[in-house]
C-alpha cells in the first residue's frame, strides 16, 4: 500500500479549477486512511459544490493509479458558511488579473544575498523567453531601484493604476520609487499590509508570466500580508552555506508551510570562491544548502559562488545576467531559472 507522503504526492498532480496551485498546496486534506486496498481522503473546502465534485472526480482519478490502490473513496466536506458561488480556497485572496505564476523569494535573515538573487533571476527569466515582474516588499529598506538600476517615479494609467517603471525587460515596483533619498519609512503593520495590497492589485502590471516578489527577511507583517492577499504558486528560499542561516532558514520554510504556500526549491548563496591562482575557498562552508533541502525534501534549485561581478552589477544597477549572461556568474543564475521554470512545465 502506498504511505500518506505518497498519496498527497499523487494528490499534488489535482489543482484546484481556476488556479495553479495543487489541493495539497492549499491545505485542503485533512485526513487519510488506508485499508486492504482502498485508499479514503477527507477534504475540506469552500468552493462551490461544483468545484468540490471536480476535486472529487479528479482526486478519485489519480488516487487509482497509485500501485497498490484498488479503490478510492475522496469525501468533500463544504465549511460551514461557505458561500453558494464558486470561492477560491481563501475567500480574502483574488488571482492578480494577467499573471500566470506568483513567487515570494524569502530567506530567514538578511545579509544573505536575497535580493541580489530577486534582481538576477528575474532578468534570468527574461532571458529565457518570459514576461517578468519584480515586486520589491521589502518596505523599510528598498534596494531593487539601486540592483535595476532605475529611480523614476511610477506614472499613472487612465485607469487610474500605477504603471510600473522597467528595464531590462523587467517590470518593476518598489517603495523606493516613491521616497525621496534616505527618506526612512516609520510605519506600522497595518500600513505595510495596505502598501503591498496596492501594489498587487492596484499596479498595471500587465501580461506576465512570472510575477517575483522580493520580501525582506524574517517571518513578519509583509510576508503574512502577501500570504493573505494572493494566492502564491510558492515560495524559493535563499539561505548561504553556514548553520547560522540555515537555522533560520527553518522557520521561513516553517512560515509557509503553516500558511499552505509550497517551496519551489531552496538556493544556496555565497557557496565558494575561487581564487585567481584557482583554489577554491568555501569561506561560509558548503554544501549545507543542499543538505538542508535533502532534510526537508524540498527541491534544491542551484548554488551562486561567490563573483565580484555580481556585487559590482548590484552596485552599477547592472545585474550579472544582463552584463555578462555566458559568462559563471550568469549562468549561475540562469540554471537556477531554468530549475525553477520546470517546477511549473
Known sequence: MPTEDDIKNALKAVKYPGFSRDIVSFGLIKEIS????????????????EVG??????????????????????????????????????AGQNKVPGIRHVIAIASGK????????????????TFLGHRVGLLDCDIYGPSIPLMMGVHERPTISEAEKLVPPSNYGVKLMS?????????????R????????QQFVMAVDWGELDFLLVDLPPGTGDAQLSLCQIVPLDGGVIITTPQEASLGVVRKGIAMFEKVNVPILGLVENMSYFTTPNGERVEIFGHGGGRNEAAR???????????FTEIREGGDAGHPVV???????????????????????S
Open 110 to 125: 538578511g545579509g544573505v544575498g536575497k535580493s541580489t538573487c530577486s534582481v538576477n533571476l528575474a532578468c534570468a527569466l
Open 175 to 187: 517603495m523606493g520609487f516613491l521616497l525621496e533619498d534616505d527618506q526612512p519609512v516609520i510605519w
Open 322 to 344: 544582463v552584463s555578462g549572461p555566458s559568462k559563471p556568474a550568469g549562468q549561475a543564475f540562469i540554471h537556477i531559472a531554468e530549475a525553477l521554470k520546470q517546477r511549473f
Open 53 to 90: 465534485q471536480q476535486i472529487k472526480a479528479e482526486s478519485e482519478r489519480a488516487l487509482k493509479n497509485l500501485p497498490g490502490v484498488t479503490a478510492a473513496f475522496v469525501q468533500v466536506k463544504q465549511k460551514a458558511g461557505a458561500p453558494a458561488g464558486g470561492q477560491s480556497p481563501w
Open 296 to 306: 526537508k525534501d524540498i527541491p534544491f534549485l542551484g548554488e551562486v559562488p561567490i
Open 34 to 49: 488506508t485499508s486492504n486496498g482502498a485508499v479514503t481522503v477527507s477534504m475540506e473546502l469552500t468552493g462551490s459544490p
Open 189 to 196: 503593520g497595518p500600513m505595510i499590509q495596505k502598501t503591498i
